[in-house]
Nanobody
Framework: QVQLVESGGDLVQAGGSLRLSCAASGRTASNYAMAWFRQAPDKERAFVVGMSRDSGDTYYADSVKGRFTISRDNAKNTVYLQMNSLKPEDTAVYYC?????????????????WGQGTQVTVSS
């Protein structure tokens, strides 16, 4: 079983950047495909980006392609989400998630492990 803790959320102006971190404990994050989801007020939690177990494959939602980058540091057992060119519509609580599948999916139910979330607010 793996425990996930996100950090790095903040208030930032449009056009700015943030890097979110997801620290894993209990089991090594490299045993899981990892993903970031986000949930805006009054909206469903939505897939943002995912990375395969071996970090060889990444998948991005169309809304963040070219602006967000997922990465993994196995030595630190941490997954990162670098967010550039932020827009007000990126405002949401961001969640880190892990699945035992080899490849990430866009389906919430496929992820058995979740962090508590970190708030990202982008002002216009």
């Amino acid at each position: 079983q793996v425990q996930l803790v996100e950090s790095g959320g903040d208030l930032v102006q449009a056009g700015g950047s943030l890097r979110l971190s997801c620290a894993a404990s209990g089991r090594t994050a490299s045993n899981y495909a990892m993903a970031w989801f986000r949930q805006a007020p009054d909206k469903e939690r939505a897939f943002v980006v995912g990375m395969s177990r071996d970090s060889g494959d990444t998948y991005y939602a169309d809304s963040v392609k070219g602006r967000f980058t997922i990465s993994r540091d196995n030595a630190k057992n941490t997954v990162y989400l670098q967010m550039n060119s932020l827009k007000p519509e990126d405002t949401a609580v961001y969640y880190c998630a892990a699945t035992r599948m080899v490849l990430p999916t866009t389906t919430r139910a496929d992820y058995g492990y979740w962090g508590q979330g970190t708030q990202v607010t982008v002002s216009s």
